[in-house]
């Protein structure tokens, strides 16, 4: 048995057993344990037959209910306030990580073992800084699975073991990262999009001569020596241009999200102005946000992996691209983001498809104001 640190960004480092002693060495605190109550959470009768199969033996433990979506879910928790949830968070009607969130704010000591199919090690960092307790993988044998149960009743936290070389990162942390001012990050910003001074400068309305001096401080700051090495850095820590919403005391107060919840939004238009503008809009409503721009196709697809957006605005015309393949992408990647399409050119066919692919809603661009910005936040958040 030995502890390895866990490095993951955005969470300070903790501890993950490896074990190689088999279950029948482990029980909980000799016996002295009342019974836990599981509830098992999945939209496959067959898998929570099998989960229950395999746990039904173990000692001190009690499935008390299986539920298939998310508002099943809901009701089961208040009713049978079970002590351990193994849910895989794919389920239909359910949001993962804002609800997580909510889950674990409004049931603190519910321990919480996410069963999934899912490997992606940014998908797995997101639901454990929501707060889930272990995350298992279904396709690991499942006298494993009876180790993770007892390991997290026990107060552990659980990684399946195919997971913890992806999970584990090197020293260096997003902390680690420079702090920059507003006006740096849209130096950058402007500087990754492939802009040359001269175009910098107009955009900011600054001289080229203050253009120069801002990058010449920059690249120290970054540790590179141009403009190359600056858009290659960028490009791997797109965090550094992301903008957070502002509120002056007239606005109205931001929605209340589920404790902890930092929300990163993705706007992905071919317009720089228009993004600016609806970069702002979105600031105004939830300040909170982590606001992200990417001009096409292979920006939002690389944002997306990088950033794991909670909320995705994608135009349907992206240049000579297409915002519905886009969606449909960002939804292969990141099955439980959501995405709404909006246009300038409201079509009946551009509708069908993009809810085909995936997208929660289509709008029209000139309906997408603050108030309807509010309502499809607030009815993200849920």
Known sequence: MRDSPLLIRGFPPIKVRVLAVGINKFQWHNNQMQTASVLLADDHAVVRTGIRTALEDLPNLEIVGEVGDGNALIKALEQLQPACLLIDVT?????????????????????????SAYDDDIYVQGLLSAGVNGYHLKDQPLNDLRLAVTRVLAGERWISSTLL????????????????SGRQRDILRLLHEGSDNRTIASELNLSIKTI?????????????????????????????????????????????????????????????????QLRRMIGKVQPNAMIYEAGNMAEALHLAEKVVPWLSFVDVVLADEDGIICTRRIKAKLPTSRVVLISAYPDREFHRRGLEAGATAFLDKKDLDAATLRQIIQDAVG
């Open 91 to 115: 389920m239909p009607d359910f949001e993962p990580i804002s609800t997580i969130r909510w889950i674990r704010a409004r049931y603190p000591k519910l321990y919480i073992l996410v069963v």
């Open 165 to 180: 070389d992806k999970l584990l990162k090197p020293q260096q942390a997003n902390n680690n990262l420079p702090q920059l």
């Open 212 to 276: 120069e001096n801002h990058l010449t401080r920059l690249y120290r700051q970054l540790g590179v020596q141009n403009r190359l090495a600056a858009a290659s850095f960028v490009h791997e820590h797109p965090e550094l241009i992301a903008h957070s919403g502002l509120r002056t005391p007239q606005e109205p107060e931001p929605i209340q999200l589920p404790v902890g919840l930092q929300t990163s939004i993705l706007v992905v238009d071919d317009n720089k102005r228009y993004r600016s």
